[in-house]
């Protein structure tokens, strides 16, 4: 579904990403961890289609569903089924999120020839979603992310993953600023998001949302590089031990 | 500095011609003294102009060198009930009174049920007969504005008056439509006067409508309000402002609130050539609160200006503003926010904003605060923003399949659905959110 060869990224000439290579297939759910500054965010910008950023396109390549993902701007991404739950979700006074949702799932809809939902219909869908995935109804009428908490904030996000239903999800450290009973819930709309057909990348610094989110795999990024991976036991190890001990153990990667 | 500048020879002759041709025979003394008081001061002012700092920005040449004439009497408006039925907004069950060109049309209009001693009418019939009450609060409340406030008073004759007798809610608003016709030709002015009072202890809401059946015919409404909010009485007034292509008024709003009392105010300018809301709100009793908005939607040629000034007369008194306005073409927008904290008006609780979007490189806004402040003891803050929606929140878009253009249009639309869902009356709620989608949001 994705693979990602040689990833560089760089910002205002500094790079971030060093040369990154992952698969994701379907089904899988892949962690990323890693120290603050290692790139985990970057990698999920990078893949969302963020212009900040300068891929070298020579060098680096990812291919989603059989497409050239550098070669196409964010919105083309996100039609095709690439979706990023974002780490701090932006405010938007004035749209509701029915309206807000409506417009991004008909605008995929129809980037795929897809006839679009009206509003009695899409209200219906959405209805549904909120009860699959226990949100409270009255975030239809709410501005999007408008005066949210955080921990309201990140179930909005996980709402509007449940009606674009992308192919691939990333979350870009949905953990961050959550209690106990936020990342239980957040989670538990994610697990019930899980499908053959769709793959989550879970970008997060703590294993303790893992215990949540079971991953298939786990990846150590170190200072733009994935320095290791492995299974579930890896974000165990990594919790016991602590970043310090894969920076001194891979510091080759890191220097 | 030459004694005499071309603005202040501005003719006025013509507003004096018309002045003559007013009927007094049938005047009331208070208002014959209001008019030969505003005959004087509007001959010895000069007319506003960019040389006076509040109007610096304000080019109103347009309307200062037009030869209008002035309707002095009503006329056969012509009109049925279906020509005005698009304007109403209550369904049968409100009270809604359509005046044309200025003067009231009893024929026009819709007669809703009122409290016991509530009135809502004509003021030039209410000033007629004899209980006083209009006559008792008839410019009582307008101070010395300017020129144009001055003519209004020499014009003084019909406009709205509606009262709401101590204790008294008005259950459903009274919505008072101005009807521009220019059907006396181009360049017709009128100088409509409301008055409204509510009584210790009431409530009411006001929605007052500015529209035409002009097309493209100039004409000039100069427009003043005055609107007595007593103690513990609540206000909430809505103004949205829809003038033709060449329409344009100059409107001046004072309110004098007392003790203790709520006003609520939005100003929607939605259409029109040359627009002016002056609001002007006393502060005059304590733990007065008032709460103003604004929404300017600015394209074209258009000149929209919002000023607001606030007064804080009295101890604990607590004042909002909160203007915004979408500006594109070569439109220009003016907003002045003027807070004066007298010294016996301790505790003072201002706040204001003003956020403006443009969506063209030619269109311009002058956002200015002006607070003088002289008590020691008060929280008045400011804050303003000019500009287009910052690049996370794009992005935020297009990370969820729209593209820039539709961000942007929706983002539009969001600016000034924000003014409007804070209108609690659902009928002009849904009519304004009508419009605003239609006009900005990309995705019907």
């Known amino acids: ?255 | 500095m030459p004694a005499h500048s071309p603005k202040s020879r501005a003719p006025k002759s013509h507003y004096i011609r018309d002045i003559a041709r007013l009927d007094t025979s049938s005047a009331p003394e208070r208002v014959r003294a209001i008019r030969a008081a505003g005959v004087a001061a509007f001959q010895t002012t000069d007319y506003p102009n960019t040389r006076m700092e509040e109007w610096r920005h304000t080019n109103i040449a347009p309307i200062v060198g037009t030869p209008y004439q002035s309707l002095v009497a009503p006329t056969e408006h012509g009109l049925t009930l279906s020509d005005v039925a698009p304007f109403l907004l209550g369904d049968g069950a409100w009270t809604e009174l359509v005046f044309v060109n200025g003067y009231f049309a009893d024929d026009l209009s819709v007669k809703g049920a009122l409290p016991r001693g509530a009135f809502a009418g004509s003021l030039w019939e209410a000033l007629l007969s004899d209980s006083g009450l209009a006559e008792a609060h008839l410019n009582h409340y307008l101070g010395p504005r300017n020129t144009f406030t001055h003519l209004n008073n020499a014009m003084l004759q019909d406009g709205a008056f509606v009262y709401a007798p101590k204790n008294a809610a008005l259950e459903t608003p009274v919505h008072l439509v101005f009807l521009s016709t220019a059907q006396r030709g181009p360049e017709t002015a009128a100088h409509p006067r409301n008055l409204f009072v509510a009584d210790a202890g009431s409530q009411v809401t006001l929605v007052e409508s500015h529209v035409h059946l002009a097309g493209d015919t100039p004409y000039f409404n100069n427009l003043v309000v005055e609107i007595a909010v007593e103690a513990n009485a609540s206000v909430e007034r809505y103004k949205v402002v829809r003038e033709g292509a060449r329409g344009n008024l100059l409107a001046t709003t004072e309110v004098r609130q007392a003790r203790d009392s709520r006003f609520r105010s939005f100003a929607f300018t939605l259409e029109g050539a040359i627009v002016r809301n002056q609001m002007c709100v006393a502060l005059d009793g304590e733990g007065a609160e008032c709460e103003l908005h604004g929404l300017m939607l600015d394209d074209g040629e258009r000149l929209i200006d919002n000023a607001v000034n606030i007064t804080h007369l009295r101890p604990h008194c607590r004042s909002r503003i909160a203007y915004k306005g979408i500006l594109g073409d070569r439109s220009k927008g003016v907003f002045l926010g003027k807070v004066h904290v007298l010294p016996e008006a301790q505790q003072t609780d201002s706040n204001q904003l003003s956020n403006y979007m443009l969506l063209s490189d030619h269109a311009t806004i002058n956002t200015k605060p002006q607070l003088e402040i002289y008590a020691d003891d008060v929280k008045c803050t400011h804050g303003a923003t000019v500009g287009a929606p910052p690049e996370p929140v794009i992005f935020y878009f297009r990370s969820r399949g729209m593209d820039e253009r539709t961000a942007r249009g929706m983002l539009t639309y969001g600016f000034a659905d924000e003014v409007v869902s804070e209108v609690s009356v659902a009928a002009l709620r849904e009519r304004l959110e009508a419009y605003v989608f239609e006009k900005y949001s990309p995705r019907r």
Not at chain 1, 106 to 126: C, H, I, P, V, Y
Not at chain 1, 143 to 156: A, I, M, Q, T
Not at chain 1, 164 to 177: F, K, Q, V, Y
Request: without cysteine.
């Open chain 1, 1 to 255: 579904m994705l693979q990602i060869r040689n990833l560089h990224a760089s910002v205002d000439g500094k790079e971030i990403l060093r040369g990154i290579d992952l698969d994701v297939n379907p089904g899988e759910v892949h962690a990323i961890m890693g120290p603050n500054g290692s790139g985990k965010s970057t990698l999920a910008q990078v893949l969302a289609g963020h212009e900040v950023y300068e891929v070298p396109e020579d060098q680096s390549t990812v291919t989603f569903l059989g497409e050239n993902l550098l070669e196409m701007p964010a919105e083309e991404r996100a039609r095709l089924g690439l979706f990023l739950a974002f780490q701090y979700p932006v405010e938007i006074p004035g749209i509701t999120n029915e309206y807000f949702l409506r417009a991004a799932l008909n605008e995929t809809r129809k980037s795929r020839g897809l006839e679009e939902f009206d509003a009695m219909d899409f209200r219906e869908l959405l209805q549904e979603k909120m009860a699959h995935i226990n949100i409270d109804p009255g975030f239809a009428e709410r501005f999007v992310n408008h005066g949210f908490s955080g921990g309201e904030k990140k179930r909005n996000e996980i709402l509007q993953l449940a009606v674009l239903e992308p192919r691939l999800a990333i979350l870009d450290e949905t953990d961050s600023g959550l209690d106990i009973d936020a990342l239980r819930i957040v989670s538990e709309g994610v697990n019930k998001l899980r499908s053959p057909n769709r793959a989550f990348i879970v970008v997060t610094h703590y294993q303790r949302l893992l215990n949540y989110i079971v991953p298939d795999f786990v990846h150590v990024l170190v200072n733009g590089r994935i320095v290791k991976s492995g299974d579930k036991n890896l974000a165990l190890e990594l919790e016991e031990k602590g970043y310090d001990w894969v920076k001194e153990t891979f510091a080759g990667a890191t220097a």
